[in-house]
């Protein structure tokens, strides 16, 4: 299983990959399942703006496609602009489909600054009283 500062590189280097002519915001991710594979995305603009997908989703929804359902941990890094690098909580959009896949209170949020300075959260945390599979008894 690869380190947590190992999935922080990955979504620093998948911002590289960022499509985002319209925001200039970049944004990268690493998703790593619970078999230890990894899945990094980017966001990707569009000109009529609504088809924009966000890089968290970019890398659920390629590991997904693969047959993959079971995730331990997503690294995320954005920033406008290289020298003001903050951090970049995931959107609500992209905090629902983390709950699809994943259990709120294990799935672990990475929100990466730099490689060397990264805030952990749980899904529970940024997503309190969430709706979600189980409701629908699944
Ligand atoms: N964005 C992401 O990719 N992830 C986030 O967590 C926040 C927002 C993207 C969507 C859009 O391309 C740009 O950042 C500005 O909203």
């Given amino acids: 299983m690869i380190s947590d500062r190992e999935l922080v590189k990955m979504a620093i280097d998948a911002k590289n990959k960022s499509y985002s002519p319209y925001s200039g915001f970049r944004v990268g991710a ?6 230890g594979a990894t899945y990094t995305g980017c966001n990707i603009e569009s000109a009529s703006y609504s ?7 970019t890398a659920f929804f390629k ?3 693969e047959g993959e359902r079971d995730f331990n941990t997503i690294a995320i890094a954005g920033s406008l602009l ?4 903050d951090y970049c909580y995931p959107c609500g959009v992209c905090r629902q489909v983390m709950a699809e896949f994943c259990a709120v209170k294990d ?3 990475l929100i990466a600054k730099s490689d060397d300075e990264w ?4 899904l529970e945390q ?3 009283f969430s709706f979600g599979p189980k409701d ?3």
């Fill in 51 to 57: 088809p924009t997908n966000c890089a968290e989703r």
């Fill in 136 to 138: 629908l008894n699944k």
């Fill in 107 to 109: 799935f672990r949020i």
């Fill in 30 to 35: 690493a998703l790593l399942t619970s078999n």
């Fill in 82 to 85: 290289e020298e003001t690098a």
């Fill in 119 to 122: 805030l952990e959260y749980s």
């Fill in 126 to 128: 940024l997503l309190p």
């Fill in 63 to 65: 590991a997904v496609s």
